[in-house]
């Protein structure tokens, strides 16, 4: 795709969507280089046209695939890290994370944010150096979002978010939940939710990252023990799951919905549901990094990545 074709590309969808130039640009470039891309006078980058995509429905599977070597190769491992990561397979994510720090580029706001919240997430399922966590996150969503406490309280701005900040968000809540502020938990994912049903995603673009909101907002309704609620949660995550054929998250969402279901007294339906998950996680011969399948049950961990 040319360089005017990808602009106008851009241009009609922001357009068609009622957002402004300074909506767009916002974390990702400067109003006034966001104008030079859609008018066809600046060359993209992959990473801000990836960005500016993901804030637009209907713009997700748009890529551009002019990269450099560098590029690619930090494109490579970024999926890398994230798949390892949302399988605890931590070794070769440690790997892969030391290999991605050796080619970012200190002065690309992406790739500083992508490293500090992944080191989060690592840091999180392993469960080390927990309050650094929480600041970290903070500072990672600040690289693009240096006041966003102010327009998450602002009524009236329109807030677009990357899926890199729609990682960071997610972590946050799984870090507040973690420091028992289960409020505040539970507020985060609530606005992630909303925020998914205002953009109103076609299922394969929600599906990349929707059912792993779904389930830590389950997961945080169980820790207030509000059963009901996180099996809606739950349920719904598990439809998107079987339409879209990914089913890395619904070993996760079958778990929870059985203990939710146990602890209402739904017997026979918590059964049904744990037997699912036990199957799925025996047809792909992984427990994530349980040692059985009882462990990974009883664990009642959230859901930091998906794939």
């Not at 798949?83 to 720090?101: F, P, V």
């Not at 420091?179 to 998914?196: G, P, Q, R």
Request: with cysteine; net charge positive.
């Amino acid at each position: 795709m040319p360089t005017y074709g990808m602009g106008n590309a851009i241009r009609e969808m922001r357009m068609r969507l009622g957002y402004t130039q300074e909506e767009l640009a916002y974390g990702i470039c400067t109003t006034g280089t966001l104008s030079k891309i859609e008018n066809g006078k600046a060359i993209v980058s992959k990473r801000v046209f990836e960005a500016l995509c993901s804030k637009m429905p209907g713009m997700h599977h748009v890529w551009v695939s002019c990269d450099t070597k560098t590029e690619m190769e930090r494109s490579r491992l970024c999926k890398k890290i994230l798949l390892y990561l949302g399988q605890t397979r931590m070794e070769e994510a440690k790997s892969a994370m030391e290999q991605y720090s050796g080619l970012k580029d200190e002065g690309n706001p992406f790739c500083v944010q992508f490293e500090l919240y992944t080191q989060a997430i690592y840091q999180g399922i392993l469960k080390e150096n927990e309050e650094e966590i929480l600041p970290k996150l903070r500072q990672a969503l600040m690289v693009t979002m240096p006041d966003y406490k102010e327009r998450f309280k602002a009524k009236k701005k329109v807030v677009l978010l990357t899926y890199d900040e729609m990682y960071i968000l997610s972590n946050m809540g799984i870090a507040y939940a973690r420091k028992n502020d289960l409020e505040t938990a539970w507020s985060v994912f609530f606005f992630l939710k909303k925020y998914f049903k205002q953009q109103e995603l076609d299922v394969p673009d929600a599906a990349k990252i929707y059912p792993m909101l779904l389930g830590n907002l389950a997961w945080i309704f169980e820790l207030r023990r509000q059963f009901d609620e996180a099996v809606k949660q739950c349920d719904e995550g598990i439809e998107m799951c079987c339409l879209t054929g990914k089913y890395t998250i619904l070993p996760y969402l079958l778990c929870i919905k059985s203990r939710c279901l146990t602890a209402s007294g739904n017997l026979e339906n918590a059964k049904k549901s744990r037997q699912q998950a036990e199957t799925i996680l025996g047809i792909r011969s992984e427990t994530r990094s349980y040692g059985s399948f009882e462990e990974f049950y009883k664990a009642q961990e959230p859901i930091y990545v998906t794939f």
